[in-house]
């Protein structure tokens, strides 16, 4: 089992930046890869960007692509969500998740455990 704690949110205007850092206890953090997710009010949980265990592979969602890289320091056992050129469609809370397959889905229902979130406004 894994515990997980996001970190890093805030408010920013519209083309700032913002890091959000994960950080992993309990079992070894390359048992598992990471995602990192978002849910704005009234909708569903969506798939923002995601990496492998040992970070050699990672996926975007189309509509952060260019804008934010996903890392990881397995030393560290923290994955971090680089966000830049943020925009105000961006505002939610994100959720980093652990997936112990090691392989990073999209699909949220592949991911085993879960952070309690973190919010991101974006203002206009």
């Known amino acids: 089992q894994v515990q997980l704690v996001e970190s890093g949110g805030g408010l920013v205007q519209a083309g700032g930046s913002l890091r959000l850092s994960c950080t992993a206890s309990?079992?070894?953090?390359?048992?598992?890869?990471m995602g990192w997710f978002r849910q704005a009010p009234g909708k569903e949980r969506e798939f923002v960007a995601a990496i492998n265990w040992s970070g050699g592979v990672t996926r975007y969602a189309d509509s952060v692509k260019g804008r934010f890289t996903i890392s990881r320091d397995n030393a560290k056992n923290t994955v971090y969500l680089q966000m830049n050129s943020l925009k105000p469609e961006d505002t939610a809370v994100y959720y980093c998740a652990a997936d112990d397959t090691r392989v990073g889905f999209t699909t949220p229902q592949r991911y085993n455990y879960w952070g309690q979130g973190t919010q991101v406004t974006v203002s206009s």
């Open positions: 309990g079992r070894t953090f390359t048992s598992y890869a």
